[in-house]
Nanobody
Framework: QVRLVESGGGLVQAGGSLRLSCAAS????????MGWFRQAPGKEREFVAA????????YYADSVKGRFTISRDNAKNTVYLQMNSLKPEDTAVYYC???????????????WGQGTQVTVSS
């Protein structure tokens, strides 16, 4: 069993930055790929970024490429999402997820956090 707890969300002005953290329990964290997804009101959950177990591969949605950076610290069982140059359209609840079969597919992840709200004002 893996428990995921996100933190770091909040209200920020357009152009600002936030760093999200996702703390994971469980001994298998370092062996699992991790992902970040987001869901805006009235929209489906969408892929944001993912990282392989050893950090050798990262994946990004086109909408965040060049602005967001995913990283992880396996010693701390934590994955991060650094978000720069934020836009109002980035407003959503952000979720971290673990243990996917396909890093870009929400349906393939076995574990999810409760989410953290990110609001970007214009």
């Amino acid at each position: 069993q893996v428990r995921l707890v996100e933190s770091g969300g909040g209200l920020v002005q357009a152009g600002g930055s936030l760093r999200l953290s996702c703390a994971a329990s469980g001994r298998t964290f370092s062996r699992n790929a991790m992902g970040w997804f987001r869901q805006a009101p009235g929209k489906e959950r969408e892929f944001v970024a993912a990282i392989s177990s050893g950090s050798d591969s990262t994946y990004y949605a086109d909408s965040v490429k060049g602005r967001f950076t995913i990283s992880r610290d396996n010693a701390k069982n934590t994955v991060y999402l650094q978000m720069n140059s934020l836009k109002p359209e980035d407003t959503a609840v952000y979720y971290c997820a673990a243990q996917p079969r396909d890093v870009r597919s929400a349906q393939s992840y076995d574990y999810w956090g409760q989410g953290t709200q990110v609001t970007v004002s214009s």
